[in-house]
């Protein structure tokens, strides 16, 4: 084999091998780092106080939020095996407000998110009112129903329960 060859072959198994590496490292980090989290309470705490954030700043005053209580949920891998966190959503139906401006709130939800450091992932209107945003692996989303109601929530990052992870990792 002449030497040009083998550097060709040894530089395609270099850059094969270093593409499976980052694979390998980009799955692992999927399933976490075993460092500290946030704990499940604090994020959920946290997704409650932007999504209440959101709507006192949307809706007109006499609405309020019917708490459709935390939705734990695990966390899986690109795999769909559990990696042993958690993430939750904290959602609202929003109550008092005029079905008949629901296309304002939403004007006005988009331009809260984009002045308060959100990233809008999607925006379905007008065949589907539904709009989301991201920030800090936090999703936040407000829709309407068949009927005109509206939900607002907001989901969680990933996190150990505690804030910490297991022993046994």
């Given at each position: 084999?002449?030497?040009?060859?083998?550097?060709?072959?040894?530089?395609?198994l270099?850059?094969?091998s270093?593409a499976?590496?980052?694979?390998?490292?980009?799955?692992?980090?999927e399933?976490?780092?075993?460092?500290?989290?946030a704990?499940?309470?604090e994020?959920?705490?946290?997704?409650?106080?932007?999504?209440?954030?959101?709507?006192?700043?949307v809706?007109a005053?006499?609405f309020?939020?019917?708490?459709?209580?935390?939705?734990?949920?695990?966390?899986?891998?690109s795999?769909?095996?559990?990696?042993g966190?958690?993430?939750t959503?904290?959602n609202?139906w929003v109550?008092?407000?005029?079905?008949?401006?629901?296309?304002?709130?939403?004007?006005?939800?988009?331009?809260?998110?984009?002045?308060?450091g959100w990233?809008?992932e999607?925006?379905k209107?007008?065949?589907d009112?539904?709009l989301n945003?991201s920030?800090?692996?936090?999703?936040?989303?407000?829709?309407?129903s068949?009927?005109?109601?509206?939900?607002?929530?907001?989901?969680t990052?990933?996190?150990?329960?505690?804030?910490t992870?297991?022993?046994?990792?």
């Open positions: 084999m002449s030497r040009r060859i083998r550097t060709t072959t040894t530089r395609a270099a850059t094969v270093a499976a590496l980052l694979f390998t490292v980009s799955a692992c980090g399933q976490g780092e075993m460092e500290k989290t704990s499940l309470s994020v959920q705490a946290n997704a409650d106080k932007m999504v209440k954030d959101a709507a006192n700043a809706f005053s006499g309020h939020l019917t708490d459709q209580g935390p939705q734990p949920l695990q966390c899986n891998d795999s769909d095996r559990p990696t966190k958690v993430l959503s904290v609202y109550d008092g407000v005029d079905k008949a401006a629901n296309a304002g709130y939403f004007d006005k939800l988009k331009t809260w998110f984009t002045t308060n990233h809008v999607a925006d209107r007008p065949h009112l539904f945003a920030r800090d692996d936090y999703l936040m989303s407000l829709e309407a068949s009927a005109g109601r509206l939900n607002i929530g907001a989901s990052p990933c996190v150990w329960r505690d804030g992870p297991p022993a046994s990792h």
